[in-house]
């Protein structure tokens, strides 16, 4: 029998004790929950590794399997990442605004807590820590729905997790995990708008989509990436291939990454074959338009199909242009609106670029790398939105936060 | 065949171009539009007058008829609401935080439009102005789509609007009507996350129910208000009996009335009798529990789905409390997260009150009429959020907006 409803019921029934408490009780919880995290590594791992065995069984990835480990290491990383949380502000309770109406209503618009969020996630169970600890920060209670492959991994930690919360002043029920992890469940998951004030999905692209096709419960959608790097005719080369380079090859897997480089066709016909080298030695595999590759034998054709993928690997798209409007253009046709940079020194082309280019965070003279909420100096993440209501890019606590309006009045009827 | 798509596509093609015009630019289209919605009376009333025929034929209600109607004295409404946006504050460009990063990147958060903004509402003919004339304020393009029942009205509205764009720095396809009125195509709009940066629905619980479960776009709900006032033990009468009367009676059809009083019983024991009556002179239906009752004959029962109806009528719901306690648990309940508010001279329950009612706007000893963007003071309204992300209670023009972050470098990469 599923636990969801149960489990729903649970969090929503104390989020609002637990949205009240102060910074310091929810700090004193968060340290208490690293605590139990470090005392209990043995019991972490043991269930860890019956995930581990389960999914080498299943003939996982190794990369999935990575994913999947919960070592001594990364448990004491969880455990330093609690603590750090707790040196953050807490943005709940700050006063916004405030105001004063001609007829004597005063409004003071605070900060509060969503109330209840709804994390489905992958098999990552490092999530489950990170969800639970970003939410416990700003007040609000948790329903974490993550994959089977992780679940003895998960109830290992929300075990710990509870442990902690028993000898804090935060209600117990605070976080809590759906067992049951079938699809069906997930589906109902998707329909509590009673239950839920938002839902967080992590993870690869199909379960964002799934999540943002059948949820009626309000979404924040983070992660695709297909980000592009455009080379003006101006660029230095000696900064704009490290850029590449960088952009491309520092972490291929990951959402900021580059999937594209668009680069003006005079700048190509000088410098392409610096850039390409500088890639291929690193082991990037380039496809690339007529134009690139008539420039560029090595570089093999690309599909149609490359302009929108997220390759997540080391493979790069190459488009030759004949100017940053066409760059611009292309960019707002295949472009996930993430990260998008551009790289010269004509300052027009740059407010052009910043003004047309429709995404979440746009760069100019820099790797597309750092949209990341701990690059931008928020001290904390809980994902990049690609959507354009509520947050948009990298996410620090005041995106788990909303807002309610107190008016003070003396009789003021309309 | 549907213009559904044609006119979706037009608005996309238009809204980068839209979004970077100045507000000078903006405040001039504005201006021309209401130009010519002054010099366009006689259309704009002939084309109503079909709708309103349609409307008597179909045996539409009194009320619907009303909101239905385009007369001279309306239109020039809408022309002076449009003059009047043009003295507002553009949010677009604002820079809402500037700061520089230990590597060098500096990084601006500034203020966009959303891009698309998707409309869809119900016979009143006025919303198409209105949402028109915000978005494009705020240099969004916009999809608008009316009932059918407006539509020969909307579609002279548009063409005004139209014709003023047509002399302005605006791209005329800014604005665009679908003219196809169908549930198919409305089904259509709900998935248009490609054309769509958001879909706002303006008119009844059905229609905003519809929206937020079929909808794939991200939806501003906006709407159905459950609103209480609770009488504290303290309350003078002298200003808690107002406050109701007014809440209640000001204008009943508006989502900020209030549907239930709680009452503290021994308030109730010494006072109530004297609300009722006031009450009932303004031929205010009652309907109590059983503790109201035993104080107040003339209450009629109330039945278990009264706690919950928005009854948008001269009918108030009557429940004699324990305590602050027990009303808050009652309004956490029942209440469509809208306006709460309190009465009372007690510090410590007005403090409960704020703190623990989940609603947009909290009043202490005032009427929740006042919850309302031109009450606030935001000189506009898009409508009345009664979701938790991205804004909540009245929301002004910065609700039409979303953010970017922009990032300057020297060839910073990580």
Redesign the interface.
Known sequence: MSDLLSKAQKVKAVA?EL??KTTQQKDAALRLIAEQLRNNVKDIVEANQLDITNGKEKGFHESLIDRLIVNESRIHDMADALDQLTSLEDPIGEILES?E?PNG?K?NKVRVP??VVGMIYEARPNVTVDAASLCLKTGNAVLLRGSSSALHSNKALVDVIHQALQKSDLPPDSVQLVEDTSRETASKLFKM?DYL??LIPRGGKNLIQTV??QS?V???ETGAGNCHLFIDESADPE?AI??V???KT?RPSVCNAIETVLVQKDWANKHLSSLTTALKDLDVELRGDERARNLDESIVPASAQDWETEFLDKILAVKVVESVEEAITHI?KYGSKHSEGIVTTDDRHVVQF???V??????????T???DGF???FGAEIGIST????A???MGLPALT?????????????
């Open positions: 609002t949205g009240n105001w109406r209503l409004i969503l109330g708008n004030d938002v943002v096709e009626t309000p979404v924040l900064m490290p850029i380079v960088n952009a520092q707002n910043m003004n047309e429709d995404a979440a965070a746009l760069y100019h003279n820099a790797s790398r750092f949209t690059e931008f100096g959507q354009k209501l509520h948009r890019g990298p909303s807002t309610k309006y107190l008016i003070y009045g003396e009789g003021q009827i309309k």
